[in-house]
């Protein structure tokens, strides 16, 4: 058996007035993310955990922020494609773990929606994904509720 792990890091700035995408679902908040697509960087973390555990590039690659094709869209149809690049490589994914950096609003009511929408859109099931959340303790960017990080690590196997 074949088993890679990968690892992703996303960021993104805070700014009013955005809609605020996070783990495939619409936030109801004064911010939201600046981003050439919608911006949610916990799906845009995992999908670079995948490409990388595949070694398949990186988001960028596959979706550059340079073409008008990835303007506003959904980062859900990003994690599908990530998904299928990866099965054309015959690798199937064990697992998900994320955690997302925000000092605001509190995330513990929504992630089991998100956990329920990402293993949706790569026909996992809920417990083959976790996410977690924390906030930085008002240190740096995050805690100045600037922008919001988030990380993941993946686990795919032949």
């Not at 088993?3 to 960021?11: A, P």
């Not at 670079?48 to 073409?67: E, R």
Request: glycine content about 10%; aromatic content about 6%; overall charge negative.
């Amino acid at each position: 058996m074949n088993i890679r792990t990968g690892i992703g890091f996303d960021v993104h700035q805070l700014v009013e007035g955005e809609e605020f995408w996070l783990g495939g679902i619409l936030l109801d908040y004064h911010k939201g993310g600046l981003g050439h697509s919608d911006a949610d960087v916990l799906l845009h973390a995992i999908c670079d955990a995948l490409l990388g555990a595949a070694n398949l590039g990186d988001i960028g690659k596959h979706f550059p922020d340079t073409s008008a094709d990835y303007k506003g869209i959904d980062s859900k149809i990003l994690l599908k494609r990530v998904s299928e690049l990866i099965s054309e490589k015959d690798y199937k994914i064990s697992n998900i773990d994320s955690t997302i950096c925000l000092q605001k609003p509190k995330l513990a009511p929504h992630l089991d929606t998100m956990k329920g929408v990402i293993a949706k859109v790569l026909g996992l099931a809920i417990d083959q994904v976790s996410i977690k959340a924390t906030t930085t303790e008002k240190l740096g960017f995050v805690g100045r509720e600037e922008g919001i990080s988030a990380y993941s690590s993946v686990l795919i196997f032949k």
